[in-house]
């Protein structure tokens, strides 16, 4: 069965870093593309970042380029997100989700999230 | 970047009848949009990919239809556990792959 785990979140203060983590496990882990989408509190969808099954392509949405850094495990089963310079906007439960074989998107399954709150 | 607009934001079906939600493109994606469905507390969960496949396990009361700007998704006869948010999002070309901004089926 494939399982998503994320871990990391919590309350931070405007401005500080915050670093996510999925734990994956079920499936052969380096073979397979896996992302981050968040959801502000009452609101819709947003992708986040990406990674190539390999970790060799990487891509952000513009709201993150610059700030987040995604990263990837293989040999731990491990997808890493590094988020600095955090705002209230980005207060959101935070998926890791991953794609089918060969692809980056869209996103079969899904892990439980975290909450990342940024408030003072 | 493509912009996906759901409608309506809000649907209200009886258990029993037939929903159908519409879900369209800024510009063409081909047909590579997905649906995903919601339900209150929970991750999303894939229902049809490549716009028209439905994804593992998903019932065949869940369809999808469509191609360049304009998809549906149809639940063709409602079932308790079908009332959610149900989000469309394009994977067409390179990022950002948008997500539409989701319709609330709820029970009327």
């Known amino acids: 069965e494939v399982q998503l785990l994320e871990s990391g979140g919590g309350l931070v203060q405007p401005g500080e870093s915050l670093r996510l983590s999925c734990a994956a496990s079920?499936?052969?882990?380096?073979?397979?593309?896996v992302s981050w989408v968040r959801q502000a509190p009452g609101k819709g969808l947003e992708w986040v970042s990406s990674?190539?099954?390999?970790?060799?392509?990487?891509f952000y949405a513009d709201s993150v380029k610059g700030r987040f850094t995604i990263s990837r495990d293989n040999s731990r089963n491990r997808v890493d997100v590094h988020m600095d310079r955090l705002s209230g906007a980005d207060t959101a439960v935070y998926y890791c989700?991953?794609?089918?074989?060969?692809?980056?998107?869209?996103?079969?399954?899904w892990g439980r999230g975290t909450l990342v709150t940024v408030s003072s | 970047e493509v912009v996906m607009t759901q409608s309506p934001a809000t649907l209200s079906v009886s258990p029993g009848e037939r929903a159908t939600l519409s879900c369209r493109a800024s510009?063409?994606?081909?047909?590579?949009l997905a649906w995903y469905q919601q339900q209150r507390g929970q991750a999303p969960r894939l229902l049809i990919y490549?716009?028209?496949t439905r994804a593992t396990g998903i019932p065949a009361r869940f369809s999808g239809s469509g191609s360049g700007t304009y998809f549906t998704l149809t639940i063709s006869s409602l079932q308790s556990e079908d009332f959610a948010v149900y989000y469309c999002?394009?994977?067409?070309?390179?990022?950002?792959?948008?997500f539409g901004q989701g319709t609330k089926v709820e029970i009327k």
């Open positions: 999002q394009h994977y067409n070309n390179w990022p950002p792959w948008t």
């Open positions: 510009q063409s994606v081909g047909n590579e």
């Open positions: 990674i190539s099954a390999g970790g060799s392509n990487t």
């Open positions: 079920g499936f052969t882990f380096s073979s397979y593309a």
């Open positions: 989700a991953k794609a089918p074989r060969g692809q980056l998107v869209p996103f079969e399954h």
């Open positions: 490549s716009a028209s």
